[in-house]
């Protein structure tokens, strides 16, 4: 690939990109019943125009869900690198990961709504794929004892993942119908079912133990 063609490509991949921020935005005020026509209308190009950049309109619902899981990977970024005691590290993940939903239901509904994979598709929807993203992390730092002790790959993996699977049917269920409470409320709320989990799971010998983990730098 000469030179030109490496800067036509980059453009061409700058201008989706912004296509997708484009695309975002108009989620964000008109809902997960958005339009084309009303994503492209805030991409400020007509409707085939937008399409010279996406092969159809399940190409652009996939560049959207990368997008949503690139900011909300970014936004769980200091999680990432915990410090502190378990239930603190813990009480914060779940405060990040709700605050992102709340702030961006609607993206994260249209997410939900229109990503799914058709029958017999093998593809994972954006919503499997944002689960997957975060189960991972919360996998690798049970593994590797980022909260506090090495738990083992055959028991990290089935509990991020069954972790991650009850906030987020909890958390769905909460911006449908929220019931009254406050998306504090239901992290604290989450923070002690999910607590609740890891003590059965782990042992509870282990959990008082890690009582005392990063207390001085809490």
Known sequence: ????????????????????????????????????????????????????????????????????????????????????????????????????????????????????????????????NVRSVVSAHVAQMLIDGSLGAETEPAVAHPLAYGLVGMVDAAAAHWLDEPHGASVEALGAQLTEACWAVIRVTVGSTVIDALGSVGADTA
Not at 55 to 72: F, N, P, T, W, Y
């Open 1 to 128: 690939m000469d030179g030109r063609t490496r800067r036509w490509a980059g453009h061409r991949e700058a201008r989706r990109l912004e296509l997708v921020d484009a695309a975002v935005v108009a989620i964000e005020e008109h809902g997960p019943d958005v339009t084309t026509e009303q994503i492209a209308g805030q991409a400020g190009v007509s409707r085939p125009g937008l399409y010279r950049h996406f092969d159809g309109k399940d190409d652009l619902q996939a560049a959207i869900a990368a997008r949503s899981v690139e900011r909300l990977v970014a936004e769980l970024e200091p999680v990432w690198r915990p410090s502190g005691r378990p239930r603190e590290m813990l009480e914060r993940a779940l405060a990040a990961h709700l605050r992102w939903l709340s702030e961006h239901a609607n993206v994260y509904l249209y997410l939900k709504r229109n990503s799914l994979p058709s029958s017999g598709d093998s593809v994972e929807s954006a919503s499997t």
